[in-house]
């Protein structure tokens, strides 16, 4: 081992091939973790006032709070996965055994009992939308630190982060398509329908479709679980809470990306949650959601087979930096749209859909390269703790985006829906704060975020340098340790 060069380590890296399977199996996952995520940022504000009837005021502030609270549940996964190794590696049993639970609490938060008073309701939505946020936490940090663990390759990874995000997106559009087609159906009803039977049946929707992601989003984190192996081989089996902070408090890469992505993310969040209030006061219809969803995930879709190109060719750094322009072009006209103008809305939600799809998913790529620029700073490989810190600045921005955008609603004096009025006329204010939320903000935010992103110092050339002395430096020192605990001579 002690006569191996950087050459040669150079080299391995260029020939690591993963199996297709591998990658495709990755992509599961993030299918699967859609079925939940995507489901509650594009749909759990509008269930929440619309069908279970409490005040957007109430749900900014539980926003707020329990997204605050999965924040830190991703720390505690963090150092939970950093103190984990088994025999099936560090990270898949995670994914194995946390699979059932997660989608159980996704139907279990889509089903707040309509026979309580709204402080119970309240208080109900609450638990459940804090136990899912710490069961997410557990299956979602151990998947994104996953790809960090099957290959160091750039374009390697880079076929991971498109696979995820090919699965994400393609997750995000068959919920739409199940759940916003059937509400929009419902409204020829509405005029032989108590308001109460109205909202029992779009409750009734939600239900099935909660119960059904129980079943398909199992098989697909199985998949991902028979399918992806971890592979990079460590010097020590598990990381102190000591050597987890000198891994990361000298992380300078981490800490740009996570300054660009706060302020990034605080738009893209808070588009998700005012989706469905476009396509219904400023589009005409809740059915637009379908095209919406369609659109910026079609985006993700049709982009993710070139991202390793775009990769090689431009850059993850350059990618993120300048692709936030399509945001700010396509916001700023979103939010001049005139209402009912279908075909101008969607085209210009494709074009901020570029810079979202692009941006969002690099993101994840250069995470996975500040494990290596940890590693060689420290000695010491964190996926756990490095994804965590980058997760926990995710969900900071999830809480103040969807705290955002429904105190923009209140803010703009939205009327939520009530069992005497199920369909109430809004205020002119509130759709002016509608188009703000999906339009203005991305663009404010993704310009400052371009601006905190320039200084980040990971180029690509520079990872792979990073890369290369850190595993000829661990192969030297001999001693490894192998994806199941063993030690490699």
Same mark, same amino acid.
């Given at each position: ?206 239900? =099935?479709?909660?119960? @059904? !992601?129980? +079943?398909? /989003?199992?098989? #697909?984190?199985?998949? $991902? ?95 993120? =930096?300048?692709?936030? @322009? !399509?945001? +700010?072009? /396509?916001?700023? #006209?979103?939010?001049? $749209? ?107 935010? #993704? ?43």
């Amino acid at each position: 081992m002690s006569t191996i060069t950087k050459e040669q380590i150079a080299q391995s890296f260029v020939d690591e091939r993963l199996q297709k399977r591998s990658i495709v199996g990755y992509g599961f996952g993030d299918f699967a973790n859609n079925l939940a995520f995507t489901l509650s940022t594009a749909f759990l504000l509008y269930y929440y006032t619309d069908v279970a009837g409490l005040s957007a005021a109430a749900v900014a502030t539980m926003f707020f709070v329990v997204r605050l609270w999965d924040a830190f549940a991703d720390m505690f996964a963090g150092r939970l996965v950093d103190r984990t190794m088994t025999r099936m590696g560090k990270f898949r049993p995670f994914i194995l055994f946390g699979a059932v639970p997660l989608l159980f609490l996704s139907f279990l938060t889509f089903h707040v009992p309509s026979s309580l008073e709204d402080g119970a309701k309240l208080l109900y939505a609450y638990v459940t939308y804090a136990v899912l946020g710490l069961l997410y936490s557990l299956v979602n940090i151990p998947y994104g630190s996953l790809a960090s663990a099957m290959t160091q390759s750039v374009k390697e990874r880079a076929k991971l982060v498109s696979s995820r995000f090919f699965g994400g997106a393609l997750g995000g559009i068959v919920l739409t398509y199940i759940i916003a087609p059937k509400i929009s159906d419902l409204k020829g009803e509405k005029k032989t329908l108590s308001p109460a039977a109205y909202q029992e049946k779009v409750q009734a929707i939600f239900t =099935q479709t909660t119960l @059904l !992601f129980i +079943v398909i /989003g199992s098989l #697909a984190y199985l998949l $991902t679980w028979y399918f992806c192996r971890e592979q990079v081989v460590r010097t020590s089996p598990r990381v102190s809470i000591r050597e987890t902070w000198d891994t990361l408090r000298n992380n300078k890469p981490l800490g740009y990306l996570c300054a660009a992505s706060f302020f990034y993310l605080i738009g893209l969040f808070a588009v998700g949650g005012a989706s469905a209030y476009y396509a219904q006061y400023v589009m005409g219809d809740i059915k637009w959601l379908g095209p919406i969803t369609l659109v910026n995930s079609g985006i993700s879709i049709i982009a993710a087979p070139f991202i390793p190109k775009l990769v090689d060719r431009f850059g993850k750094k350059a990618i993120f =930096q300048w692709c936030g @322009l !399509f945001t +700010v072009v /396509g916001g700023i #006209a979103l939010f001049f $749209t005139p209402s009912g103008a279908a075909a101008p809305a969607l085209i210009f939600l494709g074009i901020k859909g570029i810079g979202a799809a692009l941006i969002n998913t690099i993101m994840f790529g250069l995470e996975a390269d500040t494990v290596e620029y940890g590693e060689w700073t420290s000695g010491k490989r964190s996926e756990g703790a490095t994804y965590a810190v980058f997760s926990f600045t995710r969900k900071i921005t999830q809480s103040i985006g969807g705290a955002v955008g429904a105190a923009a609603l209140a803010f703009g004096g939205y009327l939520s829906a009530t069992a005497a009025v199920p369909n109430p006329v809004q205020p002119e204010t509130a759709v002016t704060a509608i188009r703000f939320t999906i339009g203005l903000l991305p663009a404010i935010v #993704a310009l400052i975020a371009m601006v905190i992103f320039w200084k980040y110092p990971l180029t690509d050339d520079r990872f792979r340098e990073i890369r290369n002395e850190t595993e000829l430096r661990k192969r030297q020192l001999g001693h490894l340790i192998a994806p199941d605990g063993t030690v490699v001579d």
